[in-house]
């Protein structure tokens, strides 16, 4: 079963474009052991309260079935991401 990357966003956040990026490139790498999803804070508030999101751009990595396996907040590099999800894989 794949692993999960989700990024948490808001429209009015540059960061969260240039995490957008790094994950989908890291996630493209891994075809179909990661699945990639994007939540926009604003659009689904509920979710993210229920994540305790408190900024923009924060990246979790759950397993299939919802544990949660780790969280960053900020801007990942590409070697970062790829490093976490190879700790899970």
Same mark, same amino acid.
Request: charged share 20%; net charge negative.
């Given at each position: 079963m794949?692993?999960? *990357?989700?990024?948490?966003?808001?429209?009015?956040?540059?960061?969260?474009?240039?995490?957008?990026?790094? =994950?989908?490139?890291a996630?493209?790498? =891994?075809?179909d052991?990661v699945?990639l999803?994007?939540?926009?804070?604003?659009?689904?508030?509920?979710?993210?309260?229920?994540?305790?999101?408190?900024?923009?751009?924060?990246?979790? *990595?759950?397993?299939?079935d919802?544990?949660?396996?780790?969280?960053?907040?900020?801007v990942?590099?590409?070697? %970062?991401? =790829?490093?976490?999800?190879? %700790?899970? =894989?």
């Amino acid at each position: 079963m794949p692993v999960v *990357l989700t990024l948490y966003s808001s429209s009015f956040c540059g960061a969260c474009a240039q995490t957008r990026r790094t =994950l989908e490139d890291a996630a493209g790498l =891994l075809g179909d052991r990661v699945e990639l999803r994007e939540v926009n804070v604003a659009d689904d508030p509920d979710e993210s309260e229920r994540r305790d999101i408190v900024a923009t751009p924060t990246t979790v *990595l759950t397993a299939a079935d919802g544990t949660e396996l780790a969280r960053a907040a900020g801007v990942p590099s590409a070697p %970062q991401v =790829l490093t976490l999800l190879a %700790q899970h =894989l």
